[in-house]
């Protein structure tokens, strides 16, 4: 059964250092990887998507990294902004492309 | 933009009551899936449908039922409810057809507290 676990729990970083999320999986077979951001007590925002195939993606000031051999991805974060505190999840999807299982996330805060 | 929509935000039942969550997605996506959020459990299945009229069960589809009786619409129903079903419940949806690569999205939470 896939495990996903998300390195650290919890992240308190002062405004505009670059930082770095990890996300790790024991079964390598998957269909993709993505990463959310959940605000307290709100649903998930999906961040970017990175399918099995690739090896990364970028959105603004957001880069996420899939090494699928080593069941691992990063979550990179540029010029940290208090806007970005919120918790960081990675899930990735089964080779059947049906059924996401998540980390328990991190949970960022950035300090004005 | 795909927007996925729940009916309530938050909902207090009572022990032993039936209870409907609904969610509603707008851009014709083939498959929707239910899961409960809790802390120090994280996000879980509990249901999903690849098409109308069909459901597969996830990790933890005790005590829940579904219904997807049209495309855009799909219900979760505490038949029973207890108070260990308290949770945050989330509903998502994602398109299998061209680059969407299964992507989900989510919808805003119902917070259900079982009293």
């Known amino acids: 059964k896939q495990e996903v676990t998300q390195i650290p729990a919890a992240l308190s970083v002062p405004e505009g250092e670059n930082l770095v999320l990890n996300c790790s999986f024991t079964?390598?077979?998957?269909?993709?990887l993505q990463w959310f951001r959940q605000d307290p007590g709100k649903g998930l925002t999906s961040l970017l998507l990175i399918q099995s195939s690739q090896r990364e993606q970028t959105s603004g000031r957001l880069n996420a990294s899939l090494d699928k051999s080593s069941g691992r991805s990063t979550l990179y974060i540029a010029a940290s902004q208090p806007g970005d505190s919120a918790t960081y999840l990675c899930?990735?999807?089964?080779?059947?492309?049906?059924?996401?299982?998540f980390g328990g996330g991190t949970r960022l805060m950035v300090k004005p | 933009d795909v927007k996925v929509t729940q009916s309530s935000r938050y909902l207090v039942k009572r022990t032993g009551e039936k209870v409907f969550l609904e969610c509603v997605q707008d851009?014709?996506?083939?498959?929707m899936f239910w899961y409960r959020q809790d802390p120090g459990l994280g996000l879980r299945l509990i249901y999903f449908?690849?098409?109308?009229?069909?459901?597969e069960k996830g990790d933890i589809p005790e005590g829940y039922s579904v219904s997807r009786e049209k495309k855009e619409r799909f219900s979760l129903i505490l038949e029973s409810a207890s108070t260990n079903q308290t949770s945050m419940y989330l509903c998502?949806?994602?398109?299998?057809?061209?680059?969407?690569?299964?992507?989900?999205?989510f919808g805003p939470g119902t917070r259900l507290t079982v009293l």
């Open positions: 899930a990735v999807m089964d080779n059947a492309g049906n059924m996401l299982t």
């Open positions: 449908s690849y098409d109308v009229k069909m459901k």
């Open positions: 851009m014709d996506h083939e498959n």
């Open positions: 998502a949806s994602s398109s299998i057809a061209g680059l969407s690569y299964n992507e989900q999205f």
């Open positions: 079964d390598s077979a998957i269909y993709n």
